[in-house]
């Protein structure tokens, strides 16, 4: 099987009905689809990981929509080009044409003034943008440009979804249809794809041309085996960059700053935004250090802030003495579970009443009713605390948060029981 068009990019979806995943968006009647039912799609921030449609989204609306297409990628282009492009849209809406639609590939790349020289157009309709992006746009695009687009965020691909891709391409491709392709285990192509579609053909392809080769049919050791020894092929479209954050996010979860650190080497010798690390920090410092060491949120916030101050190179030192902190800190997903386990008690037990002794009372009707009269204000009584309800009646003496196995959380723990008693098992 000999072809220079990879995998991936024979098979990008052409239709709304080829596209594979985000139902939110392109179900039927979900947003998208009724947009393009009324022919008028408003401009837009796609927000998701790599691999999950992005790019073949907004070819498939302008092609559904048949307007002029624009195509920028914010890593090879500047205000010249988007100012190039908007001279053009206007030519053609001059001559009655329909709106064109610029999209703008990683627009997080894009700088202040090169997102500045996009909104008038986007403000006067001159053009519909569409930008993608695997960074938050809350952070990464301006306010000014953001308040003008919609923001639809797209997810990982589910199992079944991938499980349906391969088994298209082994239908549909010009190429592996003509072959006898014997797939006996899924788990492997399932596991290293991380729900990223095009990641998921390179390794689909890569794995099927060695199956070929060798005469031997696709397990998961196969698979495994395949990439690990052809991982230069396999990472060929930049894939790589997830994985190394990946390595480094567990490396400072695992305790280990020798290996933090390396990988943090490796971001910043291959050109990593300090930014995009910094944010990293500063999750990590809740989600995997939180109340074991509280001084962790801290730190990485102030490095979060200096790094947008001070930029390259100095901002290597401030980042290397946070990783190697963080790393060596006591760790608790204490804080994590506890929203994690609340957001889903909200979930399924609904919109239960707020008890009538926490409910606010700014008019005499609610005091009327009792609203908050029998609340009890913890700095009236000794040591600032007094036994009272909080939660919903239904859920009296749920537990949500349970404190770490850290020296700082047992302390906060030995609290809580002291108050509480025995009410949350403490």
């Not at 559904?64 to 624009?70: T, V, Y």
């Not at 919609?150 to 592996?176: G, P």
């Not at 041309?209 to 395949?226: E, M, R, W």
Request: with cysteine; charged share 25%; glycine share 6%.
């Amino acid at each position: 099987m000999v072809t220079k068009i990879p995998l991936a990019e024979r098979l990008r979806p052409k239709t709304i009905s080829d596209y594979v995943g985000q139902q939110h968006l392109v179900g039927e009647d979900a947003v998208l689809r009724n947009a393009l039912k009324q022919k008028n799609i408003p401009s837009m921030i796609l927000w998701g990981p790599p691999g999950v449609g992005k790019t073949s989204l907004a070819f498939i609306l302008a092609k559904e929509l048949d307007r002029p297409f624009f195509s920028l990628s914010a890593i090879q282009s500047g205000v010249k080009d988007v100012r190039e492009v908007i001279d053009k849209s206007e030519r053609l809406i001059a001559f009655n044409q329909e709106q064109p639609i610029l999209f703008i590939d990683e627009i997080h790349r894009f700088s202040k003034s090169q997102q500045d020289s996009l909104l008038g157009a986007v403000e006067k309709g001159t053009i519909t943008l569409i930008g993608a992006t695997t960074e938050n746009p809350s952070f990464e695009v301006i306010s000014a440009l953001l308040s003008r687009c919609q923001v639809y965020v797209l997810e990982n691909l589910t199992e079944e979804e991938l499980i349906f891709l391969i088994e298209r391409a082994l239908k549909e491709d010009e190429f592996l249809s003509k072959e006898k392709v014997d797939i006996q285990e899924y788990e492997a192509l399932l596991r290293l794809s991380g729900g990223d579609a095009r990641r998921l053909y390179n390794v689909l392809e890569l794995v099927v041309n060695a199956s070929l080769n060798l005469g031997k049919p696709i397990t998961n050791d196969f698979v495994l085996q395949q990439v690990q020894q052809n991982m230069a092929l396999y990472d060929k479209t930049g894939e790589q960059h997830y994985d190394i954050i990946s390595a480094f996010i567990k490396s400072i979860r695992g305790s280990d700053p020798n290996a933090a650190v390396y990988w943090l080497a490796r971001m910043i010798e291959g050109g990593e935004d300090a930014k995009f690390i910094a944010r990293r920090l500063l999750i990590l410092a809740s989600e995997d250090i939180g109340n074991a060491n509280p001084n962790a949120l801290l730190l990485a916030n102030t490095c979060f802030q200096a790094v947008n101050v001070i930029g390259w190179p100095e901002s290597r030192i401030i980042l290397s003495q946070t990783v190697t902190y963080l790393a060596s800190s006591p760790k608790s997903n204490a804080s994590y579970e506890a929203i994690g386990n609340a957001q889903a008690l909200v979930k399924k037990t609904g919109d239960l009443s707020v008890p009538l002794h926490l409910r606010n009372a700014p008019t005499k009707l609610m005091k009327d009713l009792d609203y908050g009269a029998s609340y009890k204000y913890a700095h009236s009584y000794p040591g600032n605390f007094v036994e009272q309800e909080f939660m919903p009646d239904k859920l009296v003496g749920k537990t949500l948060y349970e404190p770490g196995n850290n020296p700082s959380e047992a302390k906060l723990r030995e609290s809580l029981k002291a108050k509480w008693k025995n009410k949350y098992g403490y």
